[in-house]
């Protein structure tokens, strides 16, 4: 049986796990795309789905506006509407589950979590007559480079993890932290995702077609741990150094290494708010 998924997420990266994800696992659905929610509406106009993955942070409409609309429509109201976001405190969820939301997925995720959250949807809808296990990858987040390349060849992941590692003056000593971040400069802003946090830098891994910021350009961080949305920090930085992950000139992501502007007191605070610690006074 085929099966129609709409995915929506402003997020090329996010976008192209996900397809991955749902292609090895489902490899019978067929996949359309919206970058924000205005687009993903214009597609709903012409077709119907028999499931709906979608970002809740996006440009023009978002993913709870999207949702709403959804289920204002007899065409789509019982659609399984399943959203993605790291906006996972208790009144967003609660906010999307007044919405109509059939289910909710936190980022960073692993493809176990997201293929569980997808059957369960389609099953509960009779388009999936069972529900497989979902075997191969831990629960939780996934790591940087299994997000944005899972079929790489070892000596690949082997080299950019390498890279990624010394791309941070602390990496020896800092915390495996990982999470997700946005980086605003300007008028523009990119999805990473975290790598590497150390106590005077971060290393984020983006992908090198996404708008990227020039060596030296003061930016905006927006930083969260997983779905902890009550743990969401803002800190200002500049772009240290970019790199490629892989070793290759048409390497497809590259990893950008930011130094912290704050002064030492406001930002031991705020890294010690990001990993769920009490900051010693």
Same mark, same amino acid.
């Given at each position: 049986?085929?099966?129609?998924?709409?995915?929506?997420?402003?997020?090329?990266?996010?976008?192209?796990?996900?397809?991955?994800?749902?292609?090895?696992?489902?490899?019978?659905?067929? @996949?359309?795309?919206?970058?924000?929610?205005?687009?993903?509406?214009?597609?709903?106009?012409?077709?119907?789905?028999?499931?709906?993955?979608?970002?809740?942070?996006?440009?023009?409409?978002?993913?709870?506006?999207?949702?709403?609309?959804?289920?204002? %429509?007899?065409?789509?109201?019982?659609?399984?509407? @399943?959203?993605?976001?790291?906006?996972?405190?208790?009144?967003?969820?609660?906010?999307?589950?007044?919405?109509?939301?059939?289910?909710?997925?936190?980022?960073?995720?692993?493809?176990?979590? #997201?293929?569980?959250?997808?059957?369960?949807?389609?099953?509960?809808?009779?388009?999936?007559?069972?529900?497989?296990?979902?075997?191969?990858?831990?629960?939780?987040?996934?790591?940087?480079?299994?997000?944005?390349?899972?079929?790489?060849?070892?000596? @690949?992941?082997?080299?950019?993890?390498? #890279?990624?590692?010394?791309?941070?003056?602390?990496?020896?000593?800092?915390?495996?932290?990982?999470?997700?971040?946005?980086?605003?400069?300007?008028?523009?802003?990119?999805?990473?995702?975290?790598?590497? #946090?150390?106590?005077?830098?971060?290393? #984020?891994?983006?992908?090198?077609?996404?708008?990227?910021?020039?060596?030296?350009?003061?930016?905006?961080?927006?930083?969260?741990?997983?779905?902890?949305?009550?743990?969401?920090? %803002?800190?200002?930085?500049?772009? %240290?150094?970019?790199?490629?992950?892989?070793?290759?000139?048409?390497?497809?992501?590259?990893?950008?290494?930011?130094?912290?502007?704050?002064?030492?007191?406001?930002?031991?605070?705020?890294?010690?708010?990001?990993?769920?610690?009490?900051?010693?006074?």
């Amino acid at each position: 049986m085929k099966i129609r998924i709409l995915l929506t997420d402003d997020a090329v990266f996010i976008r192209d796990l996900i397809k991955r994800t749902l292609k090895k696992f489902l490899p019978q659905c067929e @996949i359309l795309e919206a970058s924000d929610g205005k687009k993903a509406q214009s597609i709903l106009n012409k077709t119907s789905f028999d499931l709906i993955l979608s970002d809740w942070e996006m440009p023009g409409m978002s993913g709870e506006e999207l949702l709403t609309w959804v289920r204002a %429509h007899d065409k789509h109201a019982q659609t399984p509407f @399943i959203m993605i976001t790291s906006l996972g405190d208790k009144s967003n969820i609660m906010r999307a589950v007044e919405a109509g939301v059939s289910d909710y997925l936190g980022k960073p995720f692993s493809g176990e979590e #997201l293929m569980q959250k997808v059957q369960k949807a389609l099953h509960k809808a009779g388009k999936l007559n069972t529900v497989a296990p979902v075997g191969g990858r831990s629960t939780g987040a996934f790591s940087s480079l299994e997000i944005f390349n899972p079929n790489a060849e070892p000596s @690949i992941l082997g080299s950019a993890n390498t #890279l990624l590692n010394a791309g941070t003056a602390n990496a020896a000593t800092a915390p495996k932290t990982r999470g997700t971040g946005l980086i605003k400069w300007q008028d523009r802003q990119l999805k990473c995702m975290i790598k590497q #946090l150390g106590v005077d830098d971060m290393v #984020l891994v983006a992908r090198r077609s996404d708008p990227c910021p020039g060596i030296l350009q003061t930016v905006q961080l927006e930083l969260s741990p997983g779905n902890d949305v009550a743990r969401l920090v %803002h800190l200002e930085a500049y772009v %240290h150094a970019i790199a490629a992950v892989e070793k290759k000139p048409d390497a497809e992501f590259l990893a950008l290494t930011v130094r912290f502007l704050a002064d030492a007191a406001s930002l031991k605070q705020e890294l010690a708010a990001f990993r769920g610690e009490t900051p010693n006074a």
